[in-house]
């Protein structure tokens, strides 16, 4: 066992190669897992066999994951999707052995493994989850360098909008309530979480005038959730959730579905906020962005939302240790 955090190399057409080395500065213990040849030219790293393994002071900490081809920043190669996903496995597979506590990923591209390798799963999140035993999962976003803190967890993730009247079911509803809610208390730290709920439509419904979900799905999940001791405000109105007194009320806010919860938390804290999956068996953390193709190898990408994944992953894995 290491407190080596993982940390997958991702896309490698994205920015994640540029990342890895930048990473550094973090002051985290991690290894990536990836092709060497894929790292910016001169990146000074040190390939080690196990997790575990010594690496001299200043070298990035490589262990070697051969990819099909070379990668050309800004276009992922087909023939690369294989190996993307078989990283992620690989890392989970070291901590389900028991070799590591935590991982943090590199950016994927949705559509380049769907289209690469046929990857079934709509990303890291869900694809974790059935790696892990198909346990349910939340994901959270977590802001790290504003106050009040915002964390926000959709709900609903990577469906059409058409879906999520009818996929914001109370199992799901209460799923994410209940993910979250223990999460706050493990992870974070916090005895007794105070989670507040957006409604779906606007004004949360207006009373009925604008919606009934609120009214007749929302209200009765939530009055019962309260009846067994939680402390959950909602459904509310979701513009007048994360202006900072509004935050202030809350520890979590759970969203209806995944642009509700990510402008904010990406508006508020882009460089700073983490992507967390909850209710996994093992720590995941990766930045809040994505592959960043238009920028990928013109060494403008900014390394501070991975470093901020890094440290949490760092902290939660010392925490739960
Ligand atoms: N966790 C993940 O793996 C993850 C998260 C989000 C998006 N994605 C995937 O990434 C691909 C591109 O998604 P997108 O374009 O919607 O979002 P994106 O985050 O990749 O890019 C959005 C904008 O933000 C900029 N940006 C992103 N990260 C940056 C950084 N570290 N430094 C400077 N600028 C940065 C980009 O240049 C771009 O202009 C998609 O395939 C998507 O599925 C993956
Ligand atoms: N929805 C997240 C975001 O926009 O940042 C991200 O796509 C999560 O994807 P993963 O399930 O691959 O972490």
Avoid at 163 to 174: K, S, Y
Avoid at 239 to 254: E, Q, W
Avoid at 277 to 291: A, E, M, V, Y
């Amino acid at each position: 066992m290491t407190d080596r955090i993982l940390l997958t190399c991702g896309e490698p057409a994205g920015i994640g190669p540029e990342l890895a080395p930048l990473a550094l500065e973090s002051g985290v213990d991690f290894v990536w897992i990836g092709d060497p040849r894929h790292l910016p030219e001169g990146t000074a790293y040190h390939e080690v066999v196990a997790p575990s393994d010594p690496v001299p002071e200043g070298r990035l900490p490589v262990l070697p994951h051969d990819f099909a081809a070379p990668a050309t920043p800004g276009r992922p190669d087909p023939a690369n999707a294989p190996d993307v996903i078989e990283v992620i496995a690989r890392a989970v597979d070291l901590i389900m052995r028991g070799e590591s506590r935590a991982m943090t990923t590199l950016p994927i591209s949705k559509q380049a493994l769907k289209e690469g390798a046929g990857f079934g799963f709509p990303g890291h999140t869900e694809y974790l989850a059935d790696l892990a035993g198909g346990v349910p999962v939340a994901m959270m976003l977590a802001s790290t360098t504003v106050t009040p803190p915002c964390r926000v967890v959709p709900a609903t993730i990577h469906i059409p909008l058409s879906q999520v009247p009818d996929a914001l079911t109370d199992r799901v509803l209460e799923q994410a309530i209940r993910i979250t809610h223990a999460a706050l208390i493990r992870d974070f730290g916090i005895a007794a979480p105070r989670i507040a709920v957006a409604g779906l439509n606007p004004h949360a419904g207006e009373g009925g005038t604008i919606g009934h979900e609120e009214i007749r799905r929302f209200r009765p999940l939530l009055d019962r959730l309260r009846a067994e001791g939680m402390q959950i405000a909602g459904p509310l109105p979701a513009d007048t959730m994360f202006h900072p007194p509004a935050r202030s009320r809350y520890d979590a806010a759970i969203c209806a579905y995944h642009d509700q919860a990510l402008i904010p938390i990406k508006t508020l804290d882009f460089a700073g906020g983490v992507n967390v999956t909850l209710g996994l068996p093992f720590i995941r953390t990766s930045p809040d962005h994505g592959t960043a193709f238009d920028i990928a190898g013109q060494g403008r990408a900014d390394p501070a939302s991975t470093i901020a994944a890094l440290r949490m992953a760092r902290d939660m894995a010392a925490n739960r240790a």
